[in-house]
């Protein structure tokens, strides 16, 4: 039964989101098989959140999918950006400190989130913090890259004040 959950399962992530028909056909077959899989229900939970932008049920989706596998390292990533999407930023904070936590997760991800949320609230100076602490668990050029231009976006939008002190301090 697993292993036929689990080719579903792949089946719904390989149309993900080329073929939204396939890959939720594949998906209900992997859920009929396994109702509690957290990696189906985030998938499912994706396709609300990042498809659909129906926040609310994408919530439900990921809720479930969390309260089957708390520590699966892979629901808090999407779960995370679905409550910055919502602009439920208390509930992605907290969700954020817990992510953090779990073993195996990609921190990385979890810190530019950490930062996207401090420049949704307008503390640009603040935001850059969790980039840098990325770095640290940043184990490709890509990813380097990537926080490198993220540097520079935040930077770009800090008041001028706070950029000449900077340039000062170096």
Sequence with gaps: MTLTKNKYY???LDNYPYSLPDCLEALNYALSYDPEDADSLCLMGRIYSEILMD???????????????????????YYIKCLLDNEDLHEAEKLIQFALK????????????????????????????????????????????????????VNAKLPNKLKKNKKKSR
């Design 102 to 153: 779990i073993k195996g997760i990609d921190k990385a991800r979890i810190l530019i989130h950490q930062s996207l949320l401090c420049e949704i609230k307008l503390e640009y100076k603040k935001a850059l913090e969790p980039l840098k602490e990325a770095k640290k668990y940043s184990y490709n050029k890509c990813m380097t890259d990537f926080l490198d231009d993220r540097v520079k976006f």
């Design 10 to 12: 792949f089946e719904a």
């Design 55 to 77: 926040y609310e049920k994408a919530k439900l989706y990921f809720d479930e999918a969390m309260y089957h596998n708390v520590s699966n390292p892979n629901t808090p990533q």
